[in-house]
């Protein structure tokens, strides 16, 4: 009963997955194309649920579906023009053929996993009740991957301060032309 | 012992009733409590001291014609109420309102499901709501709609980063995400209102921004833009915003009430639920009190005071807090 619920959710989750990250190229209205890449974090999540790792799913949720693309909406909903359906017209035939091209490839990539790896796949992990808590992940970012942890609270500090002096040049030279 | 499903499903079922029951209710003691404050009686017409006003007003939302923009995307604009409403409605489910029973061999525990982390569920829960008001903003086609939305958004994202690092100093000293520890942590000391009065204060203030409630209600300013994001939703679609709106302060409060007046816990009598409502009740008093008092503020003033009073003071007691408990 259990393990049936589990694939149950897991097919529902990984072709929500799929799908969501097809729409979020395929849509020509971006604000559709935002909405389907927030789907696609929320199905992410669930996947990290069913591998137990509960604080990266909701940190997932929190900080990417929730503050990240919150930001990316607001940008579309500012520039973007009066409400458009999700899609114009119809596809074309060269993105039908690369549909085609891309379903073969999945199948190809499923059947040889499935071929060399069923055996392994089936074992299961053994892991304790802390895995994936938030003690355990704190301590693996200020031990094992500190380095890594710390260059990219640098990049994102780089970013931010970026942003800023970029954003006053504009303003600036917009002054100077004034 | 484990809980079986089916007492999930029953206490599920009693709590979203109490739930909803509760902010029918909540409307009216706002509209009475802001009456008095005002010199006026509020509504008294509907039943003995008003008190079926809730009731008429459901009838009237549910029966009054759903008026929508031609030009709005429908798939959009109809579920956006629904996705608000559902979140708000979700995070409750991780609130502790009793210490948890034993009645004739199962253990039922003080709240739907218990999560290890629990706070960071509801603030998970929270940022998915914001979608709610800024889709249905947009996918109404109309400037006031719009710039509503944009207005929720820029300030639920500036107001959230405060509210998540006001309760760390809790996190901290509990050393816990899941809300029952964080509780029953405060029945072996004091609450934590005493020792994290600065987090509690940006908390409110946080929390209030959090849930557009005044003086912080300008995604929904009349005077400046008719009503913010549900400017084109009428009947009950407009009445699950509200609905949306109002499960938000309620699961607020019971936030505030848990993480620093020590959820369930009483000066005496172990009365547990009823000491968590009695909290909840004056938490959501004050959110009410506020509103009769306080002027709207201007949205300068709210970006100014979001991002250099309230982030930089939740910083420190966050920094401060942990320096304390690493040294003692």
Not at chain 1, 36 to 56: D, M, P, R, T
Not at chain 1, 90 to 118: F, H, K
Not at chain 2, 143 to 168: D, F
Not at chain 2, 245 to 255: F, H, K, P, T
Request: hydrophobic residues 55%.
């Amino acid at each position: 009963m259990g393990d049936f619920v589990v694939w149950v959710v897991w097919v529902v989750a990984a072709f929500a997955c799929l799908g969501s990250g097809a729409a979020v190229i395929s849509f020509t209205n971006p604000f559709f194309s935002a909405l389907a890449l927030i789907g696609n974090l929320g199905a992410l999540a669930v996947l990290f649920l069913l591998l137990s790792a509960e604080f990266v799913a909701a940190a997932q949720v929190l900080v990417y579906a929730g503050a990240v693309m919150v930001m990316f909406l607001f940008v579309i909903a500012y520039l973007g023009r009066r409400a458009d359906a999700p899609w114009k017209g119809g596809p074309s035939w060269p993105a039908l053929g690369a549909t085609a091209a891309a379903g073969a490839l999945l199948v190809e990539i499923v059947v040889v996993v499935g071929q060399t790896a069923s055996g392994r796949l089936s074992d299961e992990a053994d892991i304790s009740r802390a895995f994936g808590d938030p003690v355990g992940i704190g301590r693996l970012f200020l031990t094992d991957h500190l380095l890594a942890f710390e260059i990219t609270s640098i990049v994102l500090l780089a970013a931010a301060v970026g942003g800023v002096v970029l954003g006053s040049d504009v303003k600036r030279r917009e002054e100077l032309e004034a | 012992m484990n809980e079986p499903w089916w007492i999930d499903v029953i206490k599920a079922a009693v709590i979203v009733n109490l739930l909803l029951g509760l902010f029918a209710y909540a409307t009216l003691l706002e509209r009475k409590l802001i009456g008095r404050m005002q010199l006026r009686y509020g509504p008294n017409r509907t039943g003995p001291f008003g008190l079926l006003q809730p009731i008429a007003d459901l009838v009237k939302l549910i029966r009054k014609e759903h008026f929508a923009p031609a030009t709005a995307v429908d798939a959009l604009y109809i579920s956006a109420p629904a996705v608000s409403a559902a979140t708000a409605l979700a995070a409750f489910a991780v609130i502790p309102f009793g210490e948890g029973w034993h009645v004739g061999g199962y253990d039922i525990s003080g709240q739907i499901v218990d999560v290890p982390i629990s706070l960071l569920l509801i603030f998970a829960l929270g940022s998915l709501g914001i979608y709610g008001f800024i889709v249905g903003g947009w996918a109404s086609d109309s400037k006031y709609s719009l710039l509503g939305a944009m207005r929720t958004c820029a300030q639920l994202v500036s107001y959230e980063v405060a509210l998540a690092i006001s309760v760390l100093g809790v996190i901290i000293m509990a050393g816990s995400l899941s809300l029952t520890e964080i509780v029953e942590q405060q029945s072996q000391s004091v609450w934590y209102a005493i020792p994290q009065v600065i987090g509690l204060a940006v908390f409110f203030i946080a929390g209030i921004a959090e849930t557009n409630r005044p003086p912080f209600d300008l995604p929904e300013a009349e005077t400046e833009l008719v009503a913010g994001y549900q400017t084109e939703y009428s009947g009950m679609r407009f009445g699950l915003f509200s609905m949306a709106e109002y499960i938000n302060m309620i699961v607020l409060s019971s936030l505030a009430v848990t993480l620093f007046f020590g959820g369930w816990l009483g000066p005496w009598a172990p009365l547990g639920p009823l000491w968590f409502f009695l909290k909840l009740l004056a938490f959501i008093c004050v959110f009410i009190w506020l509103r009769a008092t306080l002027p709207r503020l201007r949205y300068d003033q709210l970006m100014d005071f979001g991002w250099k009073v309230l982030l930089p003071v939740a910083t420190i007691n966050a920094l401060v807090t942990a320096a304390l408990v690493i040294a003692l």
